[in-house]
Each structure stands twice: as structure tokens, then as C-alpha cells.
């Protein structure tokens, strides 16, 4: 073999190898009990952004409320709670393509919030899918409320309140 064959099969090689990893549906957030894909983690990301949309303030999806909800789901549920939380996923991307003929994710921004509206009222929607939407809904709400951005930008929060006397002698108090 010449030394140019075999530089040619190397570089061949690793750009299929490079190509190969690069396909993989693999998700962003590590976690160690929720096995999870990328096409999920959209998922996720998608309905959050549909729960608290952008605005002139930003939305779930520039928080990343949609990992936080993982890593509760992954760190805080029960084993059972966590099949739960992976089944309900899959029932709502199964009745979101029963209802629409399309994934979450392709809907327009209507057709989200008709199907989200669709679920809180309970037309024909089994208890295991409202139960998944409650809890991304809960954690989607707390994951913005507890956010830097909303309790800097619109609750004014300060960490200390109040004037500050940080080196006051004994004797004065």
C-alpha cells in the first residue's frame, strides 16, 4: 500500500466516524435515571416556549426552563414518576399526531395552544397526559418565576433589602 492510499482511507474514515457521531439524536443535558433523546429534548423545548412565550421579556425557551424540568424529573421524581414523566411524553407526541398529522414541534403556534388548551380542559384526554402537562406546566412556572431575569427585571428582588451596615462595632448595637 502507498503512503497516499493510506492517508486517503484515513481521512475517509474519520469524516465517516465524524458524520456518524454528528447523526446521533442525542440530547444536551446529561442525566442519569431519564433516558432521553434530542427529538424529547425539542419536545420539551417547544411546549415551554408555547406555555411562556417570548415577548419584550424573555420566554421559557431563553431561560431553558425545559432543562430545569428535566433535571427535576431526573434528580427529584421517584423511579415510577420518571416512567410516568417518559410515557406521558410519548402519549403527547402520539395524540399531538392523532389530532394534527404533524409533531409538536411543526404545529404553528395556533395549533399549540388549541391542543394545550385541548388538554386542560380534558376533551377525550386520558389522565396520564393531563398528569404529564400539569408537571411541565408546574415546573415551567417555577423555573420562570425563580429566574434571574424575573426576579431582577420585574419583582425587583435584592438580595439584601434595605440599607446595609456591614462593620457596625459591638458597642452601638
Same mark, same amino acid.
Given at each position: 500500500?502507498? %503512503?497516499?492510499?493510506?492517508?486517503?482511507?484515513?481521512?475517509?474514515?474519520?469524516?465517516?466516524?465524524?458524520?456518524?457521531? #454528528?447523526?446521533? /439524536?442525542?440530547?444536551?443535558?446529561?442525566?442519569?435515571? @431519564?433516558?432521553?433523546? &434530542? *427529538?424529547? +429534548?425539542?419536545?420539551? *423545548?417547544?411546549?415551554?416556549?408555547?406555555?411562556?412565550? *417570548?415577548?419584550?421579556?424573555? &420566554?421559557?425557551?431563553?431561560? !431553558?426552563?425545559?432543562?430545569?424540568?428535566?433535571?427535576?424529573?431526573?434528580?427529584?421524581?421517584?423511579?415510577? /414518576?420518571?416512567?410516568?414523566? $417518559? #410515557? &406521558? $411524553?410519548?402519549?403527547?407526541?402520539? !395524540?399531538?399526531?392523532? =389530532?394534527?398529522?404533524?409533531?409538536?414541534?411543526?404545529?404553528?403556534?395556533?395549533? %399549540? !395552544? !388549541?391542543?394545550?388548551?385541548? @388538554?386542560?380542559?380534558?376533551?377525550?384526554?386520558? +389522565? +396520564?397526559?393531563?398528569?404529564?402537562?400539569?408537571?411541565?406546566?408546574?415546573?415551567?412556572?417555577?423555573?420562570?418565576?425563580?429566574?434571574?431575569?424575573?426576579?431582577?427585571? @420585574? %419583582?425587583?428582588? #435584592?438580595? @439584601?433589602?434595605?440599607?446595609? =451596615?456591614?462593620?457596625?462595632?459591638?458597642?452601638?448595637?
Amino acid at each position: 500500500m502507498d %503512503r497516499r492510499t493510506a492517508i486517503r482511507n484515513v481521512i475517509i474514515i474519520g469524516a465517516g466516524a465524524s458524520l456518524f457521531a #454528528s447523526c446521533q /439524536d442525542k440530547a444536551s443535558v446529561a442525566l442519569k435515571n @431519564i433516558p432521553l433523546t &434530542g *427529538s424529547q +429534548e425539542d419536545l420539551l *423545548s417547544a411546549l415551554t416556549e408555547t406555555i411562556i412565550p *417570548s415577548t419584550d421579556f424573555a &420566554g421559557a425557551k431563553e431561560l !431553558e426552563s425545559h432543562k430545569f424540568i428535566l433535571m427535576m424529573a431526573d434528580d427529584c421524581a421517584s423511579p415510577d /414518576d420518571q416512567n410516568k414523566f $417518559m #410515557s &406521558g $411524553m410519548k402519549l403527547f407526541e402520539d !395524540e399531538c399526531l392523532k =389530532k394534527y398529522s404533524s409533531k409538536f414541534i411543526k404545529c404553528t403556534q395556533q395549533q %399549540r !395552544e !388549541e391542543f394545550l388548551l385541548s @388538554i386542560e380542559t380534558g376533551e377525550g384526554i386520558t +389522565e +396520564e397526559l393531563v398528569s404529564f402537562y400539569q408537571t411541565i406546566k408546574r415546573y415551567t412556572i417555577q423555573s420562570f418565576t425563580t429566574s434571574e431575569a424575573f426576579l431582577t427585571k @420585574i %419583582r425587583n428582588y #435584592s438580595l @439584601i433589602p434595605g440599607p446595609f =451596615k456591614g462593620c457596625v462595632p459591638m458597642a452601638s448595637v
